[in-house]
Nanobody, 115 residues
């Protein structure tokens, strides 16, 4: 399926870590820029991090020193390693797959951080 699927969300204590995964089948995934976005109720979806097909990365300033985006081409998967999580990181995290073939969003995965 072309639509990416997120996994790895859950409940973690403040200061803890989670690793989110975004996977999709097919060759389009490896040729896509993959982005992680997050959204909280009443707010716009915001960019967290992106990784291009060539592996170049970009981060929002708020997560730059704590989150790491990476991709495994063999597994058609992009990861978002989130460390030192804070209550303000609570959100639904979405994966976006962007290429000349179109833009596809996953269903999202909930991340909850307890203080």
């Amino acid at each position: 399926q072309v639509q990416p699927v997120e996994s790895g969300g859950g409940l973690v204590q403040a200061g803890g870590s989670l690793r989110l995964s975004c996977a999709a089948s097919g060759s389009i995934f490896s040729r896509s820029t993959i982005g992680w976005y997050r959204q909280t109720p009443g707010k716009q979806r915001e960019l967290v991090a992106t990784i291009t097909s060539g592996g170049s990365t970009h981060y929002a300033d708020s997560v730059k020193d704590r989150f790491t985006i990476s991709r495994d081409y063999a597994k058609n998967t992009v990861y978002l390693q989130m460390n030192s999580l804070k209550p303000e990181n609570i959100a639904v995290y979405y994966c976006n797959m962007q290429s000349i073939f179109g833009s596809y969003w996953g269903q999202g995965t909930q991340v909850t951080v307890s203080s």
